[in-house]
């Protein structure tokens, strides 16, 4: 059974909770018996009372397991139509950079990169950045699912290109995986974007333990509120072309101060309740 079909599912067992959400007026002029074709290669066709339950079930069950990214998937683009996803392409008309993005459409992933070539050049550049992130993490420019239910193709390529970068946006910020560097990435990221997927997925910060949530509130909420307003428009950043130089430079340039360093933070937290403990300290322990 298909992702859309379980949310679907899921979702549509309580059909009094979805009629007090639709109006007359929300329904789409096809129905599940007479789908148009598909707009681009993946595409499947949602109706309204499809859009809203994939958005409301995905939105429900991605809560009780954050790490599903496919469900995030869903979420971000059940949500990202009629107006979000239209904002951010216009965002990206606006700039000259942007505009060559959309014309140029590249994709990032490990074809398109080459993870040696970023791990051999000099230390600070945004390349080794991400590249060391990577590594550090574990994880791969692969594993961002392709766009299927956005309609508007060119938006879907939008939504794909933001999907591809979002480890760019980690790597630059030092954000790390783990569920408190995600939802404050997260939160950078709604207040750069708008897309309601990012300000949903805030809501996490309630799974977070309470230590967590409290720096989320003192250091990081407040980090990812300032610069992503003040941050330049990160879709408009043509990665590629950026590689070679200085993260740092990048950094000012887009208007992005680096956080504290969250691993470290929380490697220093141990610490101290070792010390306190008199248990023996870490040595070089990852978060």
């Not at 007026?25 to 859009?51: A, D, K, M, Q, W």
């Not at 941050?231 to 504290?260: Q, T």
């Amino acid at each position: 059974m298909s992702l859309r079909d379980t949310v679907l599912r899921s979702v549509l067992r309580q059909p009094h909770t979805l009629h007090s959400i639709i109006t007359p007026g929300s329904y789409r002029t096809f129905s599940v018996l007479n789908r148009p074709p598909p707009n681009y290669e993946n595409h499947i066709p949602l109706t309204r009372i499809e859009r809203i339950a994939l958005a409301v079930g995905s939105a429900f069950l991605s809560l009780r397991d954050p790490r599903r990214g496919d469900l995030i998937a869903a979420l971000g683009e059940a949500t990202a139509q009629p107006y979000f996803i239209y904002r951010l392409r216009d965002a990206m008309l606006l700039s000259t950079t942007g505009r060559r993005i959309l014309r140029d459409r590249p994709r990032i992933n490990s074809k398109t990169m080459s993870l040696e070539y970023l791990r051999s050049l000099p230390d600070n550049c945004v390349g080794r950045t991400y590249a060391t992130w990577l590594d550090r993490e574990g994880v791969t420019p692969d594993t961002r699912s392709q766009v299927q239910y956005i309609d508007d193709e060119e938006c879907a390529y939008v939504m794909q290109r933001y999907r591809e970068c979002h480890d760019f946006y980690h790597a630059v910020t030092g954000m790390p995986v783990f569920r408190e560097g995600e939802v404050a990435l997260k939160a950078f990221e709604f207040a750069n974007t708008v897309l309601p997927m990012t300000g949903l997925s805030v809501f996490a910060v309630t799974t977070l333990k309470k230590r967590e949530r409290e720096r989320f509130w003192d250091t990081y909420l407040p980090w990812a509120v300032e610069n992503g307003l003040k941050s330049k428009d990160m879709i408009n950043v043509y990665w590629e072309e950026e590689l070679e130089r200085d993260v740092d430079d990048l950094r000012k340039e887009l208007g992005i101060e680096k956080p504290p360093d969250l691993r470290e933070v929380r490697r220093a937290e141990r610490e101290r309740r070792k010390r306190e403990k008199g248990q023996p300290l870490e040595t070089n322990l990852a978060a």
